[in-house]
């Protein structure tokens, strides 16, 4: 199975940019559509952004698009989410997801379609 862990979260101001990190370990990363989610305080966890497996099909969640990007480096076994205009209500433990998969262009914007989660990281915009 895949092994998943975030980075690259922290505190910042309002409109500044971060970048997540999620690094794979225990199987290549390209047999595997991914995905952002977060997780803000007394919330449901919520869908922020998919990759499939090549990178070719991508989808955002309206509260982002325009200002997140996600992208995949299958080299690397790693996916990223590149978060610029930040926003305090981006504030939320933000997670990887991992879903094995063997067909390309596919993504999946609910948690449950998802088999492998990494432990999150702490995103924080004050105002």
């Known amino acids: 199975q895949v092994q998943l862990v975030e980075s690259g979260g922290g505190l910042v101001q309002a409109g500044e940019s971060l970048r997540l990190s999620c690094a794979a370990s225990?199987?290549?990363?390209?047999?595997?559509?991914m995905g952002w989610f977060r997780q803000a305080p007394r919330k449901e966890r919520e869908f922020v952004a998919a990759?499939?497996?090549?990178?070719?099909?991508?989808r955002y969640a309206d509260s982002v698009k325009g200002r997140f990007t996600i992208s995949r480096d299958n080299a690397k076994n790693a996916i990223y989410l590149q978060m610029n205009s930040l926003k305090p209500e981006d504030t939320a433990v933000y997670y990887c997801?991992?879903?094995?998969?063997?067909?390309?262009?596919?993504?999946?914007?609910?948690?449950?379609?998802?088999?492998?989660w990494g432990q999150g990281t702490q995103v924080t915009v004050s105002s």
């Open positions: 997801a991992a879903k094995s998969l063997f067909t390309d262009i596919v993504v999946f914007t609910t948690p449950h379609a998802y088999n492998y």
């Open positions: 990759v499939s497996l090549t990178g070719g099909n991508t």
């Open positions: 225990g199987r290549t990363l390209s047999g595997y559509a």
